[in-house]
């Protein structure tokens, strides 16, 4: 069995809704709004080895009001979640699995869209979003069941993926879509502060590669092309699996919010890998990009030292990096901020877009399997971290940003992540005094069930 079914991963098979949970410490007042993530869930046993990407999306969240917090988790019930349902068992294999025929005449597609990845929040709707492009699905805020697909008025003719952006200044939402298998390879697309698709082009690339972020600036938008795709050897005999082109660098594309592919500016950097950017900003004529860098995601010698995250044959080492791309000269220049491994950075979303100080990144715990045993907040301008400790035996997510109301320094705030004991059997939510990380949490919310570890999550102020 995989270990991604197992032990802090093992699913869970109950959907709950608990008003009244027990709390130690003690909630801040001002804390109001929903906390949610997303996590791949299987409802059904695996057809096939399973990779911790495959399963089922389900969203769990905390709603804080008034001192008091209350705990609810669904399954998104995507098309393809409904047609297993009504089969009664599982249809899809998944990716670690070949694209036979039997795979290729399943509604949607061979690989199966789970919607179990990210999450945002636009114009107060909640949307649960897939890595590989699918369709955005919404879900209610009042308890997380599936509303419908959003296609923003049969707009969206193809896929929308993980990790758009919000402008706090514009209430745009800037997204793109990206395919392995068929042209166009990479999309761009902006929807309007009224909910409008008001752009959606191709943008080539000569190669299909496996895309997972972006990034915005005030005036701007960063597409990311990263030579990790369809191994060529392998592919050439007929057989599909991921490879790391290490002879072809890495792109960036910078091109006017509202612009399109004729607009796109590529810069050339060191061959790497990026699942997730922290953030982009413009400085003088440079376009600033801070992320989290993965300098070999797939060794030519598998390594043999222990406590590296493996998913599959992908190693993961990911390192705090900044690029600078200017846009008189067309140069770049990259460099590394930081050693230690840490993934799934938050940061205030209320700056998005401009040069920011705080960063909050999960620390990689030294395990196979990828997990987190803390919290790193890096001051992006200094240098300086500050770290907190997850208790021993408990390992934790993403942690979103709940600002305080009427807040002006940027680290106002709280950060708000699930935690999960495999050997207790028990699952909780941790609340920071983002100023204060080393302190611990200020309270402890006891969740009514054990909970898998899982992916992205979002703040839903006053949802």
């Given at each position: ?59 769990h ?70 890595w ?34 919000v ?5 745009e ?24 698709l ?13 895309l997972?972020d ?146 909050y ?51 106002d ?17 941790f ?31 006053g949802?």
């Open positions: 069995m995989s270990a991604y079914l197992e032990a802090e991963h093992e699913p869970v098979t109950h959907e709950l809704d608990v008003a009244g949970l027990k709390v130690t410490g003690e909630l801040p007042k001002a804390l109001d709004g929903l906390y949610v993530r997303n996590s791949g869930n299987p409802k059904f046993a695996p057809k096939g080895r399973y990779h911790w990407f495959d399963g089922d999306g389900m969203v969240g905390i709603r804080f009001a008034d001192g008091g917090a209350r705990y609810m988790n669904r399954w998104v019930e995507t098309k393809a979640f409904k047609h297993e349902r009504e089969a009664g068992k599982a249809l899809w294999s998944g990716i670690l699995e070949p694209m036979t025929d039997e795979r290729m005449v399943l509604p949607g597609g061979p690989i199966k869209d789970t919607a179990n990845t990210d999450l945002v929040f636009h114009r107060g709707q909640l949307l649960a979003l897939w590989l492009s699918g369709t955005p699905m919404q879900l209610s805020t009042k308890d997380l069941s599936t509303v419908g697909p959003q296609k923003f008025g049969g707009a969206l003719k193809g896929g929308f993926s993980a990790h758009p952006k402008d706090p200044r514009t209430n939402l800037v997204f793109f879509d990206f395919s392995i298998v068929r042209e166009p390879y990479l999309r761009y697309g902006v929807v309007d502060a009224e909910g409008t008001v752009k959606y082009e191709p943008v080539p690339i000569p190669t299909p590669h496996i997972h972006m990034a915005i600036t005030e005036n701007h938008s960063v597409l990311m092309d990263f030579p990790l795709g369809w191994d060529r050897e392998k592919l050439a005999l007929g057989k599909f699996r991921i490879g790391f082109d290490r002879a072809t660098p890495s792109r960036f594309g910078v091109l006017p919010r509202r612009g399109g592919a004729a607009d796109v500016r590529w810069f050339e950097a060191e061959p790497c890998y990026m699942y997730h950017s922290i953030n982009a900003y413009e400085s003088g004529d440079e376009i600033v990009l801070v992320g989290c860098r993965v300098r070999d995601p797939i060794p030519q010698k598998r390594s043999d030292r222990e406590g590296i995250a493996r998913l599959d044959n992908i190693e993961l080492v990911p390192e705090l990096y900044e690029w600078r791309m200017n846009l008189k000269t067309g140069a770049l220049k990259e460099r590394q901020l930081d050693d230690l491994p840490t993934e799934f950075p938050k940061t205030n979303e209320l700056r998005q877009g401009t040069k920011l100080r705080y960063s990144n999960p620390r990689l715990s030294p395990r196979s399997e990828l997990m987190f045993d803390g919290l790193v907040k890096y001051d992006l301008s200094s240098g300086a971290k500050t770290k907190w400790e997850s208790p021993r035996g408990w390992y934790v997510g993403e942690a979103s940003f709940a600002p305080r109301p009427g807040a002006t320094d940027e680290d705030g709280w950060l708000v992540t699930f935690g999960t004991n495999a050997a207790d059997r028990a699952s909780a939510c609340v920071l005094n983002a100023k204060d990380l080393a302190a611990g949490p200020v309270a402890v919310v006891h969740l009514p069930q054990r909970i898998p570890l899982g992916f992205h999550s979002y703040w839903c102020a949802a």
